[in-house]
């Protein structure tokens, strides 16, 4: 969820959070250009509060392909400071072979 704390400088060097109010995902799209903008996101590895979906959230509700398209287009913004070729070979081809069960793989 979009709960995390930041510095104000952070926060506005990226101009906040998106104005798009026809999508969700603005926290992803915030901490991708946070991330982009050369800052250093950290996790606290415990669960803090409890937070629950229902089934009519403006996530839930919202397209999942123009939510996503949110995001990319954080990334389209900063296409310069990109390595698309380092993202593809090291983090979304073993992500996408992480998730297909065995017996759906095939050699290429």
């Known amino acids: 969820d979009a709960s ?11 101009g906040g959070f998106g104005t798009d109010r026809s ?3 603005e926290d992803w799209e915030l901490f991708a250009s946070l ?3 050369g800052f250093t996101l ?3 590895p415990e669960r803090l509060f409890y937070y629950r979906h229902q089934g009519q959230g403006f996530s839930r509700i919202t397209s999942p392909v123009e939510n996503q398209k ?3 287009n954080a ?3 900063h296409s310069n400071k990109i390595n698309f070729n380092g993202i593809m070979q090291n983090i979304l081809v073993p992500l ?3 998730k297909q069960p065995k ?3 095939r050699e290429v």
């Open 4 to 14: 995390s704390i930041m510095t104000k400088k952070a926060f506005d060097a990226i």
């Open 23 to 25: 999508t969700s995902y």
């Open 35 to 37: 991330v982009l903008e």
């Open 42 to 44: 950290d996790v606290i």
């Open 70 to 72: 949110r995001v990319l």
């Open 75 to 77: 990334f389209y913004r």
């Open 96 to 98: 996408f072979y992480a």
């Open 103 to 105: 017996s759906e793989l």
